[in-house]
């Protein structure tokens, strides 16, 4: 059984809805599922992962995220299979941005890899239930037609504009995060253990106030507290905040290339089952890739642009054409090509790297060292 759909966008050329049929949920929820406890399976001891392993385990997701646009491209027809892609192309791009600032996060908060690890798997199961959320109010907001896409325009071409006005400074690596709203808001609901602890999350009052006797330099916040909670929870609830506002630039970009809320969601959940092997790698290559930024700006203005053309052609009957899914995914692909290739023709000058250990999300703090963020008048 298929449900009604809203339609879609011109230039898609499916020839008809994919709707959502049973065996294609089926395979996506499956498959999802799966891939979720075999990852918290193989990882369950929280080690810390290394750039073979995040390399290898990005392949695999990459391969997964093909596996099914061939599926897709059986069970419908190409230009499905392509909206899927460009689809998880986009979104894989667009998550790039995403991944600086919680590198700059856990560079911040000082935290080691192992628990880098824990915060992301935590995180992104965070980030699967949002994007349902996100891409359900999306379509939503479609029913108002064109103007939608005008409102869609408007926040994506604002992300690229910020984000362009913003280069060159240090935003990311200067940014007080003791000081930053969902920190104190943490603070404030939250009794705020001083240290990390291992990997963990919480710590039983007894315990934290055993600690303080034995230790002076440990000051508790609020001495009589049941729980508290370790930097590492505020971090993850900072790393979820984060998530959520990139959310807001994504879910209208991905849906300016479909309105098929199946292909959008199942773009960007295998897009995000990824990210986290993905953010080992981007933490040992961020050095390198110093175009990168430069070609997601690009996807950006190029998406808005879209939104706009779509938006004016039903409005005003101008311009009079529109971007197909074939051109859009040539558009997306070329330009995060281009991103990367020119970050290897045109290298970072030497002098003006990023200090060592800055942006590569493995600071060299123990488990055991204070952290920043259980520092605040909250703790």
Known sequence: MTL??????????????????????????????????????????????SIRDASIWTLFWIGLAGAFYFYLRHRFNADAAALFLAGYTLEKTLSVDNLMVFIAIFSYFRIQSALQHRILYWGILGAL?????????????????????????AVVGWSAWKMLSSRGGDDDEGEDYDNHRVVKWAQGVFAVFPRLLDVRFFVRGDEAREMARKDPTLVLGRPGAAWYVTPAFICLILIEASDVMFAFDSVPAVIAVTREPLLIYSAMIFAILGLRSLYFVLAALTRYLVHLEKAV????????????????????????????????????????????????????KEDEAPEPGAGEGVPTAGAGSESRAGRGDGA
């Open 297 to 348: 700006i690009g996807l950006l203005f190029f998406i808005s642009a879209k939104l706009l053309i779509h938006a004016t052609n039903h409005l005003f009957h101008w311009p009079g054409f529109d971007i197909t899914p074939g051109q859009s995914l040539v558009v997306i692909l070329a330009v995060l090509a281009g991103g990367v290739i020119a970050s290897f023709i045109w290298p970072e």
């Open 129 to 153: 239930m949002f994007r349902l959320v996100f891409v359900a109010a999306g379509n939503f907001l479609l029913l108002l037609g064109p103007w939608a896409d005008l409102l869609f325009a």
């Open 4 to 49: 009604p759909m809203l339609p879609l966008a011109a230039g898609t050329a499916l020839g008809e809805h994919v709707g959502f049929p049973l065996d294609v949920l089926a395979i996506f929820a499956g498959t999802v599922a799966l891939s979720v406890y075999v990852d918290l399976f193989l990882h369950r001891g929280h080690k810390e992962i």
